[in-house]
């Protein structure tokens, strides 16, 4: 399949909210420590043997008065990733700049505010079975409920939409990004994405057995199962010939998405829309496999999922291009799980930097991958990251710094 490159995007600014705390120093933190941010659930009143990466005190978050309507804890955590890093103050001076209509808004969730109909649902009518009056379920559950949130907290007026497509949802909106600006339609993106802790997720997953009742352990020979987390993250995304790109470090430069459909819930076990994936983000990178510096992998930590996902990378890269999963980290943040990588591939690229296994014991030997243990400086130029969503949904991304890009000259 003959697939045309694509001119770079800069990314103006990102930033990235998630157990390990707001912004970006309390990531890089993290990342080099190398040292968990999950602890043994304690969410509501569920009594489940797992654990989970809980963001802190989003109780105390306050929407402002004109979007009470919105109020959710996920839009809360969406509010509280806005702010670190000064994302909110960039994404409003490129509104001003590019103008609102020609802003687009893109951001992936899974379950958007699911957590208040859960809520609301114990509190209905005990004879009619209305739920309170205080529920919005436009304000709340809707999926799009944080596009119109984001949308009317920054004055945008340009296209907008939500992806939903479980763990892929959050690096999709990358793609649609591209296309939307490629074609013409707008200037410039935020996209992102936000999820956060419910009852479903954390009941679902523990009935379809993969859950941990441990610390997860990604690529661990004897790994058992996925720790939840939630997350919000975000990036603007500008042409790479415009004034917002003169100092940007890092760009979007591939993308490669499938849809196998083996299983519901389960990947092809010889990973076969991921490798799909990965080959058409290399192409429109237009770049080879030996290009690639760091991989972050999927890495659910769920048995099938890692070895389906590791058959894949070896089939694409061979055994020798490091690769590793942060999931160890911050949980599997699900919808937002996907921009919640792409920052930590930025931050790599930034700081020249591959981050290290989480949690990690012994490294399976069954699967054939360059499996970073520790955390290491190396040079870098290229980094990919998979996400790998329910039913087939692949999706992966390709990053650059300058020289990767290769846009030194033309934006010196």
Excluded at 156 to 169: D, K, Q, Y
Excluded at 214 to 241: H, I, M, N, Q
Aim: proline share 4%; net charge negative; hydrophobic share 40%.
């Amino acid at each position: 399949m003959n697939i045309a490159a694509i001119r770079p995007l800069a990314i103006s600014h990102y930033t990235a909210t998630s157990c390990v705390g707001c912004g970006l120093v309390a990531l890089r933190q993290s990342l080099l420590r190398q040292q968990t941010c999950l602890k043994p659930c304690d969410f509501k009143d569920v009594r489940l043997e797992t654990w989970i990466g809980e963001v802190a005190d989003l109780a105390r978050i306050r929407l402002p008065a004109a979007l009470k309507e919105f109020d959710c804890r996920n839009n809360r955590l969406a509010l509280l990733g806005l702010e670190a890093d000064g994302f909110m103050s960039a994404a409003q001076h490129l509104v001003r700049t590019a103008g609102a209509d020609r802003v687009g808004l893109f951001l992936g969730t899974s379950t958007s505010g699911i957590l208040e109909s859960e809520l609301a649902y114990r509190r209905r009518d005990p004879v009619s079975g209305a739920l309170p009056e205080d529920f919005s379920y436009r304000g709340a559950q809707n999926s799009y409920s944080l596009a119109s949130f984001v949308r009317q907290l920054l004055g945008l007026t340009g296209p907008a939409h939500v992806i939903s497509t479980a763990c892929s949802s959050s690096a999709k909106v990358f793609c649609s990004a591209e296309r939307m600006i490629r074609l013409g339609l707008i200037d410039a993106a935020i996209v992102g994405g936000v999820d956060s802790l419910c009852l479903t997720t954390l009941y679902g997953f523990h009935s379809l057995e993969l859950a941990s009742s441990t610390v997860c352990r990604p690529y661990d020979r004897d790994r058992d199962g996925l720790s939840l987390g939630e997350a919000a993250a975000f990036a603007l995304l500008v042409k790479s010939d415009s004034s917002e790109a003169e100092r940007s470090e890092i760009f979007f430069c591939g993308y490669g998405e499938s849809s196998d459909a083996y299983h519901m819930s389960a990947p092809h076990p010889e990973g076969l829309g991921a490798q799909m994936a990965m080959r058409s983000a290399l192409q429109r990178a237009a770049i080879a496999s030996d290009d690639i510096d760091y991989v972050n992998l999927h890495g659910t930590a769920t048995p099938n999922n890692d070895a389906a996902e590791g058959a894949a990378v070896s089939k694409v890269f061979g055994p020798r291009t490091p690769c590793s999963s942060t999931k160890g980290l911050t949980g599997h943040t699900l919808g937002a799980a996907g921009a919640l990588e792409a920052v930590i591939c930025a931050q790599s690229l930034q700081f020249q930097t591959m981050p290290g296994g989480i949690n990690l014991r012994v490294v399976d030997p069954s699967i054939e991958i360059s499996y970073l243990v520790q955390t290491q400086q190396a040079p870098m130029r290229f980094a990919l990251s998979n996400s790998f969503g329910f039913g087939g949904s692949n999706c992966s991304l390709i990053f650059a710094n300058r020289d990767g890009a290769g846009l030194r000259a033309d934006l010196a």
